[in-house]
């Protein structure tokens, strides 16, 4: 094998979000300065037998700017392809015309799977529906390693149940808010740098980005610590305290987040009769000084998938719900008011739920009593995938402690709103699946310590991502969930079918209902 961690780079990007069984959202184009539009592009969607069900051309009038206000031509596509079929695998070409050669030529290329009209039955032949969950990637010294263990496991896995069908990034894709480079004064090379980290962030996960749907929602990284209350000891935000920089800051990571990401707000995702995921951007739209955790329609319509769930359900959030008090940033638990009215509206119906997440630099499953119903709450955190470097590994780096012990904390309970919609309810102990043979859970990433490191000082989280597989049963009894831990760094090498695939931490099953 040539390089253990090839990295597919391109300067342009091809990848989709926003799949359904019918249809899907793909972007193309490039975050790299001073590129130039091509006057003739197309894309292509072939389906499994290379055969092309669809084109879609692009004139150089039509290419858009992720961030307007930036000098460099950086330039994208945003379209929908639909009339597709459910369940089916197809591949997206990105094309340019070369008129020196007349010839159309691939810059980009994705595979895309549809969505299924039903979950697969959990047989021991049938492929489960898939989902990779990860976040929080800094690029510096990942060299490829997530690309490469994504890579493996998606294009040849050894189980080809382990395959993701999509990928859910829950924040801090890219870190905005890292280098003293941010105490500049001028909005014009605020911007320009915001533009750039997400060119060099799109680069190290490009491997991802191409393999099956992508998505995302932002955390405070996408924003600065903390959002939207920056932390006023952190030296990388001083210059947020002048008002045109902070303007132009804010301004140019929306941009990044609507025009590159595609990030939804509230957006769900149903499997009628079967499963139901529910996207909420629980980030972007809060009220400073911790007042309303997102717009009231936004929310509004979180409640209602919440209360009107007739199956087993998913919140995919920037924040873990089961959390007590952090007193070095706001999580959802501090929003007390709407946080109570969450857990009442997931807990009114009887049915499961699980939440994935991300932010918090540790991975692991846990479980919960969720209301007075009976239902159970898990909740599946995946963070990092690839960790910060050097001085700011010393103030990101996290482990698995353990906590909390009960849920819901009690601040819940004693907030007016808790006192009126969980009035009902009582702490419950938290199941974090102890091994008796060793400190920690069965069922979490472990952690290492580099004291002698200086790239990684101290201790820190393996970096890793995680897949959650969903089947239903033949009875209609319910559905089954399998969760696995991926290592990015741990990996076997495989020399004579060539590939490199990430070592398996730890499998979860538990049926849901």
Not at 347 to 368: A, E, F, K, L, P
């Amino acid at each position: 094998m040539v390089n253990r961690y090839y990295q597919g780079l391109s300067e342009f990007h091809c990848y989709a979000t926003r799949v359904t069984t019918g249809s899907m959202r793909l972007w193309v184009g490039t975050l790299e300065r001073d590129m130039h539009k091509p006057a003739k592009a197309r894309v292509r969607l072939c389906d499994g037998s290379g055969r092309q069900v669809r084109v879609r051309p692009i004139r150089h009038a039509d290419w858009e700017r992720p961030f307007p206000a930036t000098s460099q031509d950086r330039f994208y596509k945003s379209f929908t392809f639909k009339g597709l079929r459910p369940g089916r695998i197809y591949r997206a070409c990105f094309e340019r015309w070369r008129a020196d050669v007349k010839a159309w030529e691939i810059l980009r290329s994705a595979s895309i799977r549809t969505l299924p009209k039903r979950l697969p039955l959990s047989t021991s032949r049938a492929k489960p529906f898939t989902i990779a969950l990860g976040s929080c990637y800094w690029p510096d010294q990942d060299g490829g390693r997530v690309g490469t263990a994504y890579r493996g496991l998606y294009d040849h896995p050894a189980d080809p149940h382990d395959s993701p069908d999509l990928t859910f990034l829950t924040g801090d894709q890219v870190y905005l808010d890292v280098g003293f480079d941010l105490r500049s004064r001028v909005p014009k090379e605020v911007r320009r740098r915001i533009a750039r980290d997400y060119a060099r962030h799109w680069q190290g996960l490009s491997d991802v980005l191409t393999r099956g749907a992508t998505y995302m929602l932002p955390d405070d990284h996408e924003w600065y610590n903390g959002f939207p209350d920056p932390d006023p000891g952190n030296p990388y935000l001083w210059a947020l305290r002048d008002v045109k920089v902070r303007k132009a800051w804010e301004q140019a990571a929306r941009q990044g987040i609507v025009n590159v990401q595609q990030c939804p707000v509230v957006e769900i995702m149903a499997f009628p009769g079967d499963l139901s995921i529910c996207f909420a951007d629980l980030r972007s739209y809060r009220e400073p000084k911790q007042g309303g955790l997102m717009n009231p329609k936004d929310l509004k319509r979180v409640l209602a998938w919440a209360n009107g769930l007739t199956t087993p359900g998913v919140l995919v959030s920037p924040q873990p719900l089961i959390v007590t008090g952090n007193p070095h940033e706001a999580n959802l638990l501090d929003y007390t008011e709407d946080y109570c009215r969450l857990l009442a509206a997931l807990g009114s119906t009887g049915h499961d739920i699980v939440v994935m997440s991300g932010d918090v630099h540790y991975g692991r499953v846990v479980s919960v009593k969720l209301g007075a119903r009976g239902a159970t709450l898990y909740e599946v955190v995946s963070s990092p995938l690839s960790n910060l470097t050097y001085l700011n590994a010393w103030f990101a780096t996290n482990r698995n402690r353990l906590t909390p012990k009960q849920f819901p904390d009690p601040r819940a309970f004693s907030h007016p709103r808790g006192k009126q919609t969980l009035s009902d309810w009582k702490p419950r102990t938290v199941n974090h699946y102890l091994n008796k043979t060793r400190d920690g859970s069965r069922y979490a990433i472990g952690h290492k310590t580099s004291w002698r490191q200086w790239v990684y000082p101290g201790t820190r989280t393996r970096e890793h991502f995680l897949t959650i597989a969903f089947s239903r049963y033949g009875d209609g009894s319910g559905i089954r969930m399998t969760v696995k831990g991926w290592l990015v760094r741990d990996v076997d090498l495989d020399e004579r079918r060539k590939r490199i695939l990430p070592q398996r931490a730890f499998r979860f099953s538990r049926k849901l209902t």
